[in-house]
């Protein structure tokens, strides 16, 4: 399944040296979280921005797109899911830095909401690791498998508001504590007063991690910084 969305080349203007997927909320498209290429596009001139669609209608309104469907939402059936969309991000990934002559630690996932989950999900079970992982507002789905089943450990980052009505600000803390048992380095950042959603705040604390993260990659690669 062939995956599309929005892109934004690097502001350097050369080839990319990193690569950002931002992973978007159910019933929603990539353009929808479009404004944080341009959010960080100045902090990291080098870097390309694709947003993809999700690959499936959602289920209540088929012109909105979902990752996995919510609409059973038995642990079993929202791993499977996970799963089926994580292959094909994994998929999706692998064409996407060959045709940039890039490696996994260039890599770099943004996630919000029901794409957080994704991102946690597709960041943690990649062969190699990533760079790292940013989740706004989201939940780390089949936390009770992380352990047997995670194939890398890339930093994570976890951003949630504390008046979210959507997805429990508590998801943070249980996200936290899976990860941690799992090995992952983890930062854990509540956003008073907010609810489901990305705040200045949050978007500045992201660009700081992914200007990290990337760096650390690019160091470890041995490429000059």
Not at 63 to 88: T, Y
Not at 146 to 157: F, H, N, R, T, W
Not at 163 to 172: A, G, L, T
Request: glycine fraction near 12%; charge should be neutral; proline fraction near 6%.
């Amino acid at each position: 399944m062939q995956l599309d969305g929005p892109e934004l080349a690097p502001l350097s203007g050369g080839k990319a040296a990193y690569l950002i997927v931002l992973l978007h909320g159910v019933a929603a498209y990539g353009y929808d979280l479009f404004n944080l290429a341009h959010a960080w596009r100045e902090r990291l001139p080098e870097a390309e921005f694709i947003a993809p669609n999700a690959p499936f209608p959602y289920d209540y309104a088929p012109e909105g797109r979902q990752w996995f469907s919510l609409a059973d939402r038995a642990p079993e059936k929202l791993l499977a899911g996970l799963r089926e969309a994580g292959a094909i991000l994994d998929r999706f990934f692998d064409e996407l830095l060959a045709r940039r002559g890039l490696d996994n630690s260039c890599l770099a996932l943004v996630g919000f909401s029901q794409g957080a989950a994704t991102a946690l999900y597709a960041g943690l079970h990649r062969q190699k690791r990533i760079a790292g992982v940013a989740a706004f507002s989201g939940a780390l789905s089949g936390a009770a498998h992380l352990l047997g089943e995670i194939a890398s450990k890339p930093p994570v980052l976890l951003v949630h508001g504390e008046e979210d009505n959507v997805v429990p600000f508590q998801s943070m803390a249980n996200a936290k504590t899976a990860l941690e048992a799992a090995g992952v380095k983890v930062r854990a950042v509540a956003r008073p007063g907010l609810g489901h959603a990305i705040d200045g705040a949050g978007i500045a604390l992201a660009g700081d991690f992914l200007r990290e993260v990337l760096a650390s990659g690019r160091a470890a690669a041995g490429r000059p910084a």
